[in-house]
């Protein structure tokens, strides 16, 4: 059965999250691992390459279109990966969470198809990033860019990236102690900022909080989309993809 909502956010508010050892194993256990991994928003590396393949608009990329789609194939095997850890229960979880404007996913398309994508929880300030797949080239790349630019639009301060990868790392990610991650964490669900305001320190209230943060992205691209000949008159750029090129080239 589906994991008790409730409890599931007190855990990441707490540093821990659940996992399975298979698709179909049905038992959950709860991770509080001695090393994190995280994504500083301003250390994301943008190579040349992915700068250019954002710029020119391969992949049309949404959010929060086919959560359901998102994480049941985050959850089926790969090439490089015969099990996965998520089973029915966290899957049926998470489906319930983005349900109530939890959880969240950016996915990206070639020709209508789901190349690509990513999903996770928001709350608070902070963003935990739960698994992402890939079934063309730079499609994970792509969809993890566009999360950073819309968390750093969104007055985020911390994405979770639970365990370290060669894939991740290549894109900026670190590792810290456990310690120092609960110290962010504990900032990052109590912290006041912009464009969200009001963060309450219980769970359930950082988790409902942090829509407006998440939605600004969407409010940023709207404004482009019914500007005239300007394009994004607010931010001075003329497409998706350059928009999100400026948010993650500039620096707080």
């Not at 540093?15 to 691992?33: K, L």
């Not at 943008?46 to 608009?57: D, H, M, P």
């Not at 209230?205 to 994004?232: E, K, P, Q, T």
Request: aromatic share 8%.
């Amino acid at each position: 059965m589906p994991i008790d909502l409730d409890l599931l956010l007190q855990a990441y508010a707490n540093g821990i999250f659940p996992m399975s050892d298979a698709r179909d194993d049905p038992d959950t256990f709860w991770i509080e691992p001695e090393y994190r991994a995280i994504l500083p928003l301003e250390g994301f590396r943008l190579s040349k390459s992915l700068a250019k393949t954002i710029r020119q608009g391969r992949f049309t990329v949404t959010a929060d279109t086919a959560f359901a789609q998102i994480i049941a194939t985050c959850a089926e095997s790969q090439d490089d990966r015969r099990e996965t850890w998520i089973n029915p229960d966290i899957e049926e979880s998470f489906c319930q969470l983005h349900a109530q404007g939890r959880a969240h996913s950016v996915e990206c398309w070639v020709d209508g198809r789901l190349v690509g994508g990513l999903y996770g929880l928001a709350m608070g300030h902070a963003f935990f990033g739960e698994s992402m797949f890939s079934r063309e080239t730079d499609a994970s790349k792509v969809a993890l860019a566009w999360l950073v630019a819309r968390l750093k639009l969104g007055g985020f301060a911390l994405l979770d990236c639970q365990f370290m990868t060669d894939h991740l790392a290549s894109l900026g990610a670190i590792e810290i102690t456990q310690g120092a991650y609960l110290k962010l964490l504990q900032s990052a669900l109590t912290t006041t900022g912009q464009p969200s305001s009001g963060f309450a320190s219980s769970p359930a209230g950082a988790a409902g909080s942090a829509g407006a943060a998440w939605g600004a992205l969407d409010d940023a691209l709207s404004a482009g989309a019914g500007a005239s000949c300007d394009g994004f008159s607010s931010t001075g750029v003329s497409s998706p993809g350059k928009l999100i090129l400026q948010l993650l080239t500039q620096t707080s």
